[in-house]
C-alpha cells in the first residue's frame, strides 16, 4: 500500500510541514480556498466570454452549414388538402356528432392536446368541440394502427396501452397513455411516415381531417360573422357594405376584463373603440368638485369610446367592469384608419388594363386557334411536378420559337382531389396580363393528360442559380423581390392570391426578370373573405393557414419575407426535415430565429414586419398596401420604374443562345412510370 503523502503542489497547493502551527495551517487553508475562489470567478469569466465568441462564429458560420444543406435539399413539392367547400354563414350553425366521455376522458384528450406541440395552438372552443368530436376506436396486441407509406386521414390520442413506432422495420419508441399522435394527417392529405403497431389491446380516440377543418373554419366563419353583427347596430358602421364589415371584424381583438377593472378613465386621452361582447359595465362621471355619479350599465352589443376612432379623444366618463367577467370587443383608430384607407384605395381602382387585357386574351386566341397538340414536337424535359412534367416544345412548322407544355396526369389530379385548383389555376392566367407573371396561351387535354401551352423562360429556375451560388448579395436578392412585389401588386389589386411563393416557382427570362410560374395554388377570392384550404410549401406557409383559421392576401407577405432570408442566406428560417416540426418552428414566430450577420440590418427589419405573426400587422396588409413595401429603407434608391419599364439591368443575365437552348435547366430522366389511366369523369368540361 502507498502510504505517501498526497502530492498538494500539483493542485496549486501550498506544501504544509506537520510541525506548523495549527492557527497558521487553517489561516494558509483559508487563503488557499480564497485564491482558489478567484481562479473559479476568473475560469467562469473566461467560459462566459468564449460562449460569447462561439455565438458570433455559429451566428456566421450556421448560414453556411444551411447553404451546403440548401444544396443537398430536393426541390420542394407543395402540398394541400382538398380545397374546402366554401361553408356560408347560414351553414355555420351545423351539428357533429358528439361522442359521450367521461370527465376523466375529456382530460385526458385535452392534456394530450395541451401537450402537443402543434394542437396547443387551438382556441379553447376548438379544443372543445374536438373534444366532444372524438370517436373512440380499439386496437387488439400487434394489429397495425398506422401504416408506413399509407394516406393518413386522422389524429388519434391513447387512452389505454402501449405503442410501438418504426420506420423503415427500425424501431423508433413507444407511445403510452394520453399521448397524441398523426397530427398532420389532419392539416393535408400525407403519407405516413412511420408505422404505428399496438403492443398490448389498445383503446383510442380518433379525429377526421374533415371534420377537424370544420369545426377550425365554422369557428372562425362564426367569431366573424357575430362580430359583424355586432358592428351593424353601431352607428359609425351602420351604412358601411357587408365586405368592410367583415375586414373591420376581422381586426378586432379580445380585451378581458375583471369586475372592479377600470376599461376608461374620466379625462384621460384615447384612440381606441369598444363594443362589449360579455357582461355588463358601469359609466360614471365625476363633476368639478370630484363627487362621483352613476350615469348607467351597459351590456353586451353596447359599445362606448367610437369619437376616439375619427380624432384623439378626452374621456368624459370613466367606463368599469361590472360583472364578474366582461368581454370587450376592441379597434384603435390607426388600425381602422388604415383598413378603411386601404378599403378605399381598392375601391378607387377601376382596373382599366383589365379591359385592354381582353383585347390581348383575343388576339392571342385567334393567334393559336389552329395549333393541335400533334403539331408540337418535344425538345426536352425542363421541369418535373407534383402532378407531370414540364416539357420544352416547338412548333413542327415554326422553329423559330418554342414554349414550355405543362404536362398533368387527370388520374393523379382525381386521386388527390385537385380538380377545383386545377381549374381555378387556368382561368387566373387565361385573365392575367403581367410582365412579372407566366402568360397562358392555349390548353389542350386528351384522355389521360391536361396540357398549358405556356410562355418558355429559358433562363430557368432561380432554385438552380441559388443552389449553384449558395446565395444571394443584398442588391441581387433586392432585384428578385422587387420583381415578386411587381407580381404581387398586380395580382392582390385583383383579389388573387398566389400561394405558393418559392424559388422554384420563379424563372428568368432572357433579360433576367423573374416570372411567377405553376399558379395551381392561386385562388380569386370574394372581397373582405378569406380562404381556408391549406396548400403551399411547408417551408413558406403561414401560421394562419397551418393553423386553419383562414387566410387572405397577407399570406403572400409572410411568404414573401421567407423567400428573402432563403435568398440571402441559402436556406429558409423555418425548416427540418419532418414536416410537423417545420409548422412547429413557424409557429414559434421570425422573432425566435437567430439572423446571420450575412442579412443587413434594414433587411432584417423587413423581413421581421413581413413575417408578423398578426396578420393584419403585416407591411403590405395596411393601409398603404405593397406601396408601404416599396417605401421600406431596405428599398431606398431602387429605381422602381426601370423595373416596370424594363430598363433596369437585372444582376444575372442568363446565357441563351438560340431557342431551345436548356443550359439553364437542370436535366431529367424520362418518365418511368408509363401513362396513366384514361379518366372519363369530365370534369375538365371547360378545360
Not at 359609425?236 to 378586432?252: C, G, H, Q, R
Request: charged share 25%.
Amino acid at each position: 500500500m502507498d502510504t505517501s503523502e498526497p502530492d498538494n503542489s500539483a493542485l496549486g497547493l501550498p506544501i504544509l510541514d506537520m510541525g506548523t502551527d495549527p492557527l497558521t495551517i487553517i489561516q494558509r487553508q483559508q487563503q488557499t480556498i480564497a485564491d482558489l475562489k478567484l481562479l473559479l470567478q476568473q475560469s467562469s469569466k473566461e467560459i462566459q466570454e468564449l460562449r460569447s465568441q462561439l455565438d458570433k462564429y455559429q451566428s456566421v458560420l450556421i448560414p453556411y452549414s444551411r447553404r451546403y444543406s440548401r444544396r443537398q435539399r430536393k426541390r420542394q413539392q407543395g402540398i394541400s388538402a382538398e380545397p374546402q367547400s366554401v361553408i356560408s354563414v347560414a351553414d355555420i350553425n351545423v351539428t357533429f356528432q358528439k361522442h359521450p366521455k367521461s370527465k376523466e376522458v375529456r382530460d385526458l384528450i385535452q392534456n394530450a392536446i395541451l401537450e402537443n406541440d402543434f394542437m396547443k395552438n387551438l382556441d379553447t372552443a376548438q379544443i372543445e368541440q374536438i373534444t366532444d368530436c372524438m370517436s373512440p376506436c380499439q386496437y387488439p396486441k400487434d394489429q397495425l394502427i398506422i401504416k408506413e407509406g399509407d394516406a393518413g386521414s386522422v389524429v388519434y390520442v391513447i387512452q389505454e396501452g402501449r405503442l410501438e413506432v418504426t420506420k423503415e422495420g427500425r424501431f423508433l419508441s413507444h407511445m403510452g397513455v394520453g399521448k397524441l399522435f398523426g397530427e398532420l394527417a389532419i392539416l393535408y392529405n400525407c403519407t405516413r411516415t412511420a408505422t404505428v403497431k399496438a403492443v398490448e389491446d389498445c383503446k383510442l380516440w380518433a379525429i377526421e381531417r374533415q371534420c377537424f377543418q370544420t369545426i377550425m373554419m365554422r369557428s372562425g366563419l362564426t367569431r366573424q360573422a357575430e362580430y359583424a353583427d355586432f358592428l351593424k347596430s353601431v352607428p359609425a358602421f351602420a351604412n358601411l357594405p357587408e365586405e368592410t364589415l367583415w375586414k373591420i371584424s376581422d381586426v378586432l381583438e379580445d380585451a378581458n376584463y375583471n369586475k372592479g377593472d377600470c376599461i376608461i378613465r374620466q379625462g384621460a386621452k384615447g384612440d381606441t373603440f369598444f363594443i362589449i361582447s360579455r357582461g355588463t359595465v358601469k359609466v360614471t362621471r365625476k363633476d368639478d368638485s370630484g363627487q362621483e355619479t352613476f350615469i348607467r350599465t351597459l351590456q353586451r352589443g353596447e359599445f362606448f369610446g367610437e369619437k376616439a376612432l375619427q380624432s384623439e379623444d378626452v374621456r368624459t366618463a370613466s367606463i368599469t367592469a361590472d360583472s364578474d367577467s366582461v368581454g370587450c370587443l376592441v379597434i384603435d383608430r390607426e388600425s381602422f384608419n388604415q383598413l378603411m384607407s386601404n378599403i378605399d384605395a381598392i375601391k378607387a381602382n377601376s382596373y382599366q388594363d383589365d379591359v385592354d387585357n381582353n383585347g390581348v386574351r383575343k388576339k392571342i386566341d385567334n393567334e393559336f386557334k389552329d395549333l393541335v397538340l400533334s403539331d408540337l414536337r418535344v425538345v426536352a424535359t425542363i421541369g418535373v411536378g407534383g402532378f407531370g412534367r414540364v416539357e420544352l416544345v416547338q412548333p413542327v412548322n415554326d422553329p423559330s420559337r418554342s414554349f414550355a407544355l405543362k404536362v398533368m396526369k387527370k388520374a393523379q389530379i382525381v386521386e388527390t382531389r385537385q380538380q377545383q385548383h386545377i381549374m381555378s389555376e387556368k382561368q387566373i392566367l387565361v385573365e392575367t396580363n403581367c410582365d412579372f407573371v407566366i402568360k397562358l396561351y392555349k390548353t389542350f387535354k386528351d384522355t389521360k393528360y391536361l396540357y398549358m401551352l405556356l410562355e418558355a423562360c429559358l433562363g430557368g429556375e432561380l432554385w438552380t442559380i441559388l443552389r449553384d451560388r449558395g446565395n444571394f448579395d443584398d442588391s441581387t436578392t433586392r432585384f428578385y423581390t422587387a420583381c415578386v412585389l411587381e407580381a404581387f401588386d398586380y395580382l392582390h389589386s385583383r383579389n388573387i392570391i398566389y400561394r405558393d411563393l418559392k424559388p422554384e416557382n420563379m424563372l428568368l427570362d432572357q433579360r433576367g426578370y423573374i416570372k411567377l410560374v405553376d399558379f395551381g395554388f392561386a385562388k380569386k377570392l370574394t372581397s373582405g373573405r378569406k380562404t381556408w384550404t391549406f396548400c403551399g410549401t411547408p417551408e413558406y406557409v403561414a401560421p394562419e393557414v397551418i393553423l386553419n383559421r383562414g387566410h387572405d392576401i397577407s399570406a403572400d407577405y409572410w411568404s414573401l419575407g421567407v423567400l428573402m432570408f432563403e435568398l440571402l442566406t441559402g436556406a429558409p428560417p423555418f425548416t427540418d426535415s419532418d414536416f410537423m416540426k417545420t409548422y412547429n418552428i413557424i409557429l414559434k414566430g421570425i422573432d425566435a430565429i437567430d439572423f446571420p450577420r450575412c442579412i443587413s440590418r434594414n433587411a432584417q427589419a423587413l423581413i421581421k414586419k413581413l413575417c408578423r405573426d398578426n396578420p393584419n400587422e403585416r407591411l403590405g396588409a395596411g393601409g398603404g398596401g405593397i406601396s408601404d413595401i416599396r417605401k421600406h429603407k431596405w428599398f431606398e434608391g431602387f429605381n422602381w420604374e426601370g423595373l416596370k419599364q424594363r430598363t433596369l439591368q437585372a444582376p444575372l443575365v442568363p446565357q441563351i443562345q438560340h431557342v431551345t437552348d436548356t443550359r439553364n435547366f437542370d436535366q431529367y430522366p424520362p418518365d418511368a412510370e408509363g401513362p396513366p389511366p384514361d379518366d372519363v369523369t369530365g370534369w375538365d368540361a371547360d378545360f
